[in-house]
């Protein structure tokens, strides 16, 4: 840790600025530890160049602890810095409640901790993680988990708290997320090492009885004697009773549940043929009269369970159940007599003093005490404009502070906060739908009918000529060829197959059941701020107060007024100010002299002498200058003046994502389309024409409204997905057939819901659409073909006609074309995707 | 021929030890990350910092 405060980095520094930044002064480097563009040259070392003081420290730590192996492994691998932390950030780590929670052993003389770091991306932060315990003496063994973005280390209490072993890995970029949800994280599930044992022992007996059931296939035990037929067959059916026990274990027990519900899945046949087939190879094996089946039976297992396997290997990494306590941090600033103190969030009590700095969430509801609040609700409720807030008012949780520090005192506790609230209506409470009306269930109602109908036919009609024994055959080997192995392996592999190109392009769903879903939606309901929009991206335009043509007039801001407005917004932290800066082009302007900030009305200050003003009309009219009346364009509105004397205003709009508008003519042509947002209604028109005269705009929704207005569209006969970004989209997410998380980057925090799509991604959700229609498609015909393959079956079968090496054959046969066909097809189908593969980062 | 039996037995046992070798690869928890190793090939063993490289000055490879 105490590299951190090196004093060679400052002489290195000084020495490469001379050298090199001269020589490449106009064109434009990326930081050699994070990749970023470097805005100039004033870090450099030898050769290198980088963006920041942050990144430049890290990589000197790094090196003089030999670990520059970091930068061969990947190009530009490092995590930019962002923000130096809080002296004391992490304390409250060391409390022991949070302590005993986070840790996952603990004896005093070892720890060991797993931490969520969504910052890790490459095999070079993989490396480097694992190899913490250079950085410190303390740290012992580290691993990462990199599907998972975890890693779990073990650390000497007494060497190293773990506050110090957090901040360490936030100190070089890796800062792990510290959130409410993380307390009740559930260990690794046991469920998949089961899957894995199930079919490892499926494949296992495949094989062994496979080599088996050959050579009595090959006619070997007519010249060798009964003695092998014997030692095989025993030997079979002792390898064939753990794959029908153990591996088969899921299909017996939802076959059983489906039996009881009085409901046809497709189970029941699979069940009713794998006990058919162990029946019938028992009673010719142990009766002396054949070799029976059971090479076919682990074979049927072995696929259906390789099928389960390849569809479930979804992006476990994303959690798609997230609710609120994933969003709220693990620790607050708590003001006490002696100064200020971390405290973690379960331990704050109603009535505590808070400090809440630039950036952070206020974790409970509070009431604003001092300082100049400028709350930013967007995640929350939708609504774009930051809200400005005096002393005394109300805040919600869940709202992010912009601007400088405030103090609040809390109202409620953690707990029972407007934000909260939302979690308690019932749509929360019933199970996500894990619906039975899958494609599957509904091809196999009728399926299964019908092999049951054949079947006792069969057996009806040998009876009736008196051949009981053939009659019996007969029954038994349409229950097992009636199997229905292809058609339970044709939509896994299709949906998995369409799951993993989306995965590739970064949109990621929850199940393959989702897939189906997609294909039957028939209206799509969009969030505006955050979906529609971006989060924090804006047009600005300034129309002069002169001009008697609104709009044409954007470059009319002389050198001069530009660097007045630049110099006087960019002391401010209000978004509006924020943007009008970065739009003028940033750079480092001489700062506004008497510089002051009044919350909700704007900011002054005196620049070469003239004092400038921007803010609200209402507040310049207050200063008692005259504003001029123009017609103004849909936006916030930040008026300008100079000396008194009014100038014009800025116009601040919500920025479109570029793909917005042809993604809605595009989806608008098939789909009915509606607009949900928690703002006011300022833009209508803009999206009036966007959307089409027949959509729906809704605006002013509350949480809890965008959930009864998709219920109500759901109540008419419409199956609805709804597309959002917010914890204020949770409600409506959860109720929609299809709920489509829209996130900055995969890692970031997004409500629960089906579909989490990257922001970048959201002009492809018409090819989204289209692959789910076409997988369903496919999935329908590969039900036609593996009808075709069991009808040829039946066919054999109810003659009392299939032979084992027929049974042997067929079977893998038919589930082979149809994997083949279905994913085939369903690459061919995902193919238009493949050319925004190559966008991704 | 009845030597064959023998054989079986013999190759039975070791396809029976490869299975136990699965069935505790899996339960070690082996299974429950199946990409990181995937990375972790490329990695070289520990390299030991070389302390003519603390004084900034990266030789060339």
């Not at chain 1, 070392?45 to 963006?51: A, L, W």
């Not at chain 1, 017996?252 to 549940?257: F, I, K, V």
Request: charged letters at 20%; one cysteine or more; a positive charge.
């Amino acid at each position: 840790m105490s590299a951190t405060t090196n004093p060679t980095v400052l002489t290195a520094t000084g020495l490469g600025l001379t050298g090199v930044s001269s020589a490449h002064a106009t064109e434009r480097v990326s930081c050699f530890h994070c990749g970023e563009l470097c805005p100039d040259h004033t870090f450099t070392q030898g050769e290198k160049t980088f963006c920041c003081q942050g990144c430049l420290i890290v990589h000197d730590l790094l090196r003089e602890n030999g670990l520059d192996q970091f930068y061969d492994l990947s190009r530009h691998p490092g995590v930019k810095v962002r923000g130096a932390g809080r002296q004391g950030q992490w304390s409250y780590l060391d409390d022991a409640s949070v302590r005993t929670q986070l840790l996952d052993f603990d004896d005093g003389k070892l720890s060991r901790v797993r931490l969520h770091v969504p910052g890790i991306h490459c095999v070079a932060c993989v490396w480097l993680l694992e190899n913490l315990f250079r950085l410190h003496p303390g740290i012992g063994k580290s691993q990462v988990n990199f599907p998972r973005r975890e890693v779990s280390l073990a650390f000497q209490p007494e060497r190293i708290r773990l506050s110090q072993v957090v901040e360490l890995l936030a100190s070089i970029g890796y800062e792990p997320q510290l959130t409410l949800g993380e307390l009740d994280r559930q260990p690794p599930h046991s469920l998949r090492r089961k899957q894995w044992l199930q079919v490892g022992i499926a494949g296992f007996a495949f094989g062994n009885i496979m080599l088996m059931s050959l050579p009595l296939y090959l006619g070997l035990d007519s010249f060798s004697g009964p003695l092998f037929r014997k030692i095989f067959g025993f030997l079979s059916l002792i390898f064939a009773l753990p794959v029908l026990v153990y591996s088969a274990s899921d299909y017996w027990r939802s076959a059983l549940l489906s039996f009881r519900q009085r409901r046809m899945t497709l189970e029941v046949p699979i069940a009713a043929g794998l006990a058919a087939l162990y029946a019938q190879s028992a009673y010719e094996i142990l009766g002396g009269m054949g070799e029976g089946y059971l090479d076919s039976l682990a074979g049927l297992v072995f696929f259906l369970l390789c099928g389960r396997v390849f569809q479930q290997r979804t992006q476990e990494r994303l959690a798609f159940d997230r609710d609120y306590k994933c969003f709220f941090p693990l620790s607050a600033m708590r003001l006490t007599a002696e100064g200020e103190e971390s405290v973690a969030i379960s331990k704050l009590a109603v009535g505590d003093r808070l400090i809440v700095r630039h950036g952070e969430l206020l974790p409970a509801d509070c009431r604003l005490q001092s300082g100049s609040a400028c709350i930013d609700y967007s995640f929350v409720t939708g609504e774009s404009e930051p809200v400005a807030k005096a002393a005394g008012d109300h805040l919600y949780a869940g709202g992010q502070q912009r601007g400088g520090a405030i103090t609040v005192e809390t109202v409620k506790p953690v707990s029972r906060g407007y934000l909260t609230s939302l979690w308690d209506h019932e749509a929360f409470r019933k199970e996500r739908h894990q619906s039975y009306n899958t494609l599957t269930n509904r091809f196999s109602r009728w399926f299964t009918r019908w092999v049951i109908a054949v079947a006792l036919g069969v057996a009806l009609y040998w009876l009736a000529h008196g051949q009981t024994g053939r009659g019996l055959k007969a029954f038994t080997a349409v229950l097992i060829v009636a199997c229905p192995c292809a058609l339970a392996l044709a939509a896994p592999f299709t949906l998995g197959t369409a799951q993993r190109a989306l995965a590739a392009i970064r949109i990621f769903l929850r199940n393959a059941q989702v897939l189906e879903r997609l294909a039957q939606v028939n209206t799509i309901v969009f969030d505006k701020t955050g979906t529609l929009t971006m989060a924090d991206a804006s047009e600005v335009r300034f129309l002069r107060a002169d001009a008697s043509e609104p709009g044409a007039i954007g470059a009319a801001l002389s050198a001069m007024e530009k660097h007045w407005v630049a110099g006087l917004a960019r002391q401010s932290a209000h978004p509006h100010s924020a943007r009008i800066y970065q739009w003028l082009g940033g750079g480092d302007i001489a700062p506004a002299e008497e510089f002051k900030e009044t919350a909700g009305g704007g900011i002054a200050g005196r620049i070469a002498g003239r004092v400038i003003r921007l803010g609200s009309r209402a507040w310049l009219e207050n200063a008692g200058i005259h504003v001029r009346d123009t017609a103004l364009p849909v936006g916030s509105a930040v008026h300008f003046a100079v000396d008194g004397e009014y100038r014009g205003v800025f116009v601040l709009n919500n920025r479109l994502r570029p793909e917005t508008e042809t993604l809605l003519t595009d989806l608008g042509s098939h789909y009915e389309l509606a607009l949900l947002s928690g703002d006011n209604a300022r833009e209508r028109e803009r999206f009036r024409q966007l959307f089409g005269n027949q959509a729906r705009l809704q605006f002013n929704q509350s949480p809890l409204e965008k959930l009864e207005f998709i219920r109500g569209l759901q109540e008419s006969g419409r199956v609805v997905m709804m597309v959002g970004d917010g914890l204020n989209d949770a409600g409506a997410l959860r109720q929609s057939d299809v709920g489509v998380a829209v996130v900055e980057h995969a890692g970031a925090f997004s409500p629960a819901s089906d579909v989490i799509l990257e922001a970048g991604r959201v002009g492809q959700l018409a090819e989204t659409l289209r692959l789910a229609r076409r997988s369903v498609r496919i999935i329908r015909l590969s039900f036609s073909l593996s009808s075709l393959y069991n009808l040829i079956g039946v066919g054999i079968a109810a003659g009392g006609l299939l032979s084992p090496l027929i049974a042997a054959i067929l079977m893998p046969l038919s589930s082979f074309t149809v994997v083949a066909f279905a994913c085939g097809m369903t690459n061919r189908a995902a193919r238009p995707l493949r050319i925004f593969r190559n966008e991704c980062p | 021929m009845s030597v064959i039996v023998l054989l079986i037995l013999a190759s039975l046992s070791i396809a029976v030890t490869f299975l136990l070798g699965f069935i505790w690869a899996v339960r070690s928890g082996q299974y429950e990350d199946i990409e990181t190793p995937s990375m972790r090939i490329l990695m070289e063993p520990h390299r030991k910092p070389d302390p003519s490289r603390t004084n900034n000055q990266k030789p060339s490879p």
